[in-house]
């Protein structure tokens, strides 16, 4: 169990204010909000390398102390992968594992650097300098380095940025997998909620510094407390009728007792996918999404 208490963060303002939050061992938390309400400090608070102004952490029954009372920050059994990514630049990509785990025996080192380097995809380039790889190359290799510690609790900051959806897929697979069979307690932070869904079993929306709602990524997805909700948990509508504020998915529509008149304007193909742009009466712009054609459609029912 990882506790934090009334956690606040304080510079010339209140970075975080009153976080109160519980993850429990063998599940996945996603972290939500838009830039600067404060997800990546929640997570530097979590692992120790910046003190809380006030409240605690705890994890099991160990207190979580800053660089502040520690004369070596951070804690194995925590290991946080964020943006600056932690890399040794001018040793090789097998070194910079290596060296995570060195007091294991050569040939447990051998096994998880072959496994961890084969999951993201670094083998081929096992021997190349750090500081040579590519922005989403060195995530990967942050993300290998963090894992071959067998941490209790993994804290990720915006971890798939770089990654295509096959490889963010892949790593998602596998951290539920490891999750499970290890019983870790995995925090992913994110500015986008959609890429998250089906993979975290909470999301927690910051915004203003605290923590608004927590909830299933199914609810926070079709059931919004609000518009900047709905907008970090991908595409959303918004329309009136009636005086009312109506907000609905791509998805949320049906054609029998159509009662909304749109007008097409634009289609947009992705393949499997394609995205119709309408306008209504008001004005307003409506995205529907299907692997049918409704560039004919003149009046939808909202699914809600």
């Known amino acids: 169990m990882l506790e934090l208490n009334n956690i606040g963060v304080l510079r010339d303002d209140w970075v975080l204010k009153d976080i109160t939050l519980k993850f429990s061992s063998g599940s996945i938390y996603g972290i939500i ?33 800053g660089p502040s009372n520690r004369l070596v920050p951070g804690y194995d059994e925590i290991q946080l992968v964020d943006q600056d990514f932690g890399l040794e630049p001018y040793h090789s990509v097998i070194e910079n594992v290596r060296e995570k785990i060195l007091s ?83 925090v992913i932070v994110s500015h986008d909620g959609g890429e998250l869904m089906g993979f975290v079993d909470e999301i927690i929306h910051l915004e203003n510094r ?39 998915r791509p998805t949320e529509f049906e054609l029998a007792r159509a009662n909304l008149p749109i007008e097409f304007i634009r289609s947009l193909d992705l393949g499997l996918l394609t995205f119709f742009f309408f306008k209504t009466e008001n004005n307003e712009e409506v995205m529907l999404s299907s692997n049918s054609d409704l560039s004919t459609l003149t009046a939808i029912k909202i699914r809600i």
Do not use: W
Not at 39 to 47: Q, R
Not at 107 to 120: A, G, P, S, T
Not at 126 to 144: D, M, P, T, V, Y
């Open 104 to 186: 294991r025996k050569k040939e447990e080192q051998d096994e998880l650097i072959e496994e961890f380097l084969d999951l993201v995809e670094l083998t081929e380039i096992k021997n190349r300098k750090a500081h040579l790889l590519s922005g989403g190359e060195k995530q990967r290799l942050s993300i290998a380095r963090a894992l071959a510690c067998e941490p209790r609790v993994l804290l990720l900051d915006e971890p798939f940025v770089h990654l295509d959806q096959r490889l963010r897929r892949k790593i998602q697979h596998y951290l539920s997998e490891l999750n499970q069979v290890q019983k870790m307690i995995t």
């Open 33 to 65: 909000g838009r830039s600067g309400v404060g997800k990546t400090t929640l997570l530097k608070v979590i692992s120790g390398f910046i003190d809380a102004s006030r409240g605690d952490t705890f994890f099991n029954d160990m207190k979580i102390e």
């Open 210 to 248: 605290e923590v608004v709602r927590i909830a299933t990524s199914k609810e926070m997805y079709y059931s919004p407390n609000s518009h900047s909700e709905a907008d970090l948990m991908g595409e959303v509508n918004s329309v009136k009728i009636d005086g009312e504020i109506i907000m609905f």
